[in-house]
């Protein structure tokens, strides 16, 4: 073999899909991919999760890299794409031994670069659905047509060879020789196991734990925000409810008005007609009708009265319908326009910034550095502070109070002086884990606040 197919080190790219291991290519041919030389038009408009692999001479796997890489609808990836690979690799933790000794690990549950962390995913270690098995296998398999290192028996130098001494010529006994030989050699491979089994649970239950507080953190964010709206809902009911119960007292007060001024001018009349009726029947009988008439007359002005006012505020109302629903179309409009022409305008901009390569990366606490999409620089601007909490999974709201917790840990709670406690108080580094009236007291008014809540 000349010096020019010496086996040496080997770095791969691996793609996953369901079904397993679906492509495997040579670190240099992945370069070309992201240099846009080729495409590839079977992964186009998805995320894909990829491994970078380090492979030894023999075969046998050093590193390992888990990643995303998204895909545009052309087959292209993606033009922001920037994970060094190579130095996440070097940087790596431990991980589980594939049979060179334990690999170099980079994957979400341990990134060396935390603000890369987001862009890696963590494999399955399940029994039957072990990523770190397919892995191996592939690279056992040699599909990539790799130069493998032939295994020799090492040859023992003659001057490392030792002569017994005399009384230790006569050969011991052979069984007890194997047996003890066999009894270190299942040790060793009885230790070894179970280490590596050990790393893969503790693995596998970072992960866990990461997926749980992230989807913990989720449903919190969700229930908060379906409160906030239920809130909302109850709050606009009780004002109309309000609204309407002073409208039905106004109501209320007009007719008694109009009952007791009705009720007077009965009585002037009865009264009237009573000393009429001192000067004669017929005469009275004649104010009589005259009376009723006029009686009914009233009432029926006053009913009339009442029903115009009554249409008049049908009318009113669905003006105000009519009224409310054009000036809700004219701001969704209104809005339309103002995006259409923040489309046209800074939008441009940043679309060809964007396809020159520009990655538009901003730094918030708590959420890291984050990478915003171009269809996101509209809502980001319009809120940075709801775009850094959304990303957390926790409402605006608890995302400034942590922030101002982040920023000043101490004790917000008020003394009876009035004055702010401000005890130093140990931070806590992740918004969804902060809990207000919790997490920004110091011990002493934490059990003063349940006490009160309890009696």
Known sequence: MSMQNKPQMVEAVMFFSERGICKQMMFPEFEALLDGVVNMPEFADQQMRVAFVVINPRLLLKAAVFFYLDFNEDGSPDKGWNIPLQH???RAGRGPDLGAGPIRLACRSQCPVSWHQMHLWDPSLAPGQNDLVLLRDAVKSNKLGLLVEEESVPVVAPERLQMASEDKWYAPD???EVAEHLAQKMDQEHRLKTAQLIKQQRLRISSLSQQHEEELAKLKLASEQQGNSLQAQIQGLQQALQQQEQ???????????????MQSSREEMTRQLRALELHGRTEGDILRAQFDSELKAK?????AEYKEQVAIRDVELAYRNELEARLQQDNERLKRERDEFAGQGSGQVLERLAKLGVVFVVYHPGAGHLTIPLQDIASYQDNPMAYAAAKCFVSEEQYRRWLAHYQQPTCDAALPSGERCAIPIDRI???????????????????????RTVS
Do not use: M, W, Y
Request: proline letters at 4%; one cysteine or more.
């Open 429 to 451: 580094d992740s918004p969804s884990r902060f809990t207000i009236g919790e997490s920004n007291c110091c011990a002493r008014h934490r059990a003063g606040s349940r006490l």
């Open 174 to 176: 052979p069984a007890k």
């Open 247 to 261: 409208l039905n007292a106004s109501l209320k007060a007009q007719l008694a008005a109009q009952a007791e001024s």
């Open 88 to 90: 996440l690799a070097e």
């Open 299 to 303: 009432i029926a002005a006053a009913v």
